[in-house]
């Protein structure tokens, strides 16, 4: 049974940074990719961040480019995302996903392991 854990959310005032990790146990991941997804209040699931465990090839939202970096530490099977620049419509429960293959990163339906999902507040 895969588990991911993840930690790092908070409070932070608008400009500041977070870093989140997404802890994975149970197997480890050679290959397919992890992502951040993100729920705002009122709002649908939405795609933030992934990482192949292969290449390490990365993917974002066009609204986080810049701002945002997902990298992975393959030999902790620990992915983490650092979030510069914050503003408050970053504010939303953020999950880590893993998925087996390396395609459709960017679809929730396609990922087949999830975490509890950690609180980000972005105060303005």
């Known amino acids: 049974q895969v588990q991911l854990v993840e930690s790092g959310g908070g409070l932070v005032q608008a400009g500041g940074s977070l870093r989140l990790s997404c802890a994975a146990s149970?197997?480890?991941?050679?290959?397919?990719?992890m992502g951040w997804f993100r729920r705002a209040p009122g709002k649908e699931r939405e795609f933030v961040a992934a990482?192949?465990?292969?290449?390490?090839?990365?993917y974002y939202t066009d609204s986080v480019k810049g701002r945002f970096t997902i990298s992975s530490d393959n030999a902790k099977n620990t992915v983490y995302l650092q979030m510069n620049s914050l503003k408050p419509e970053d504010t939303a429960v953020y999950y880590c996903?893993?998925?087996?293959?390396?395609?459709?990163?960017?679809?929730?339906?396609?990922?087949?392991?999830w975490g509890q999902g950690t609180q980000v507040t972005v105060s303005s």
């Open positions: 990482i192949s465990w292969g290449g390490g090839r990365t």
């Open positions: 996903a893993a998925k087996s293959v390396s395609r459709f990163v960017m679809v929730a339906s396609t990922y087949d392991y």
């Open positions: 149970g197997r480890t991941f050679s290959s397919g990719a």
